[in-house]
């Protein structure tokens, strides 16, 4: 028999919020998606990565974002900026924040489960 698991955002299976953002959860078996849901003003290294005593994120992402724009600043120096329909791949080491006065939204494959958890 097939199983099929069918789920929606507006009932995440976990949220994790924090100052200017919230990562909702969705477990489909043994894979984690993740929405990231950031306010303008919103900076990792500030608002998810200063109250666990973190200055870089050391999760690897992939995703797809959905609207607004941020970017990614690697440790290495080098600055990308994401922006509605862009897939993207991220190594650990790298902060990132929200471009301009819209609000980001992007959906994550790889490290959901890992990212913004308390500890």
């Not at 303008?40 to 050391?58: D, E, I, R």
């Not at 990308?80 to 471009?99: N, T």
């Amino acid at each position: 028999m097939y199983e099929v698991i069918l789920k929606r955002f507006e009932s995440p299976d976990e949220v994790r919020v924090f100052e200017k953002g919230r990562f909702e959860i969705i477990r489909l078996g043994e894979i984690t998606i993740g929405r990231a849901s950031y306010e303008p003003g919103w900076k990792w290294s500030v608002h998810v990565g200063a109250p666990q005593g973190l200055t870089s994120c050391a999760v690897e992402h992939v995703g797809l974002v959905v609207s607004g724009r941020a970017t990614a600043a690697m440790d290495d120096g080098r600055i990308i900026e994401m922006k509605a329909g862009d897939l993207f791949y991220i190594a650990p080491g790298h902060d990132s924040w929200v471009v301009d006065n819209e609000p980001y939204v992007s959906l994550h494959f790889l490290g959901a489960g890992e990212y913004a958890r308390h500890k």
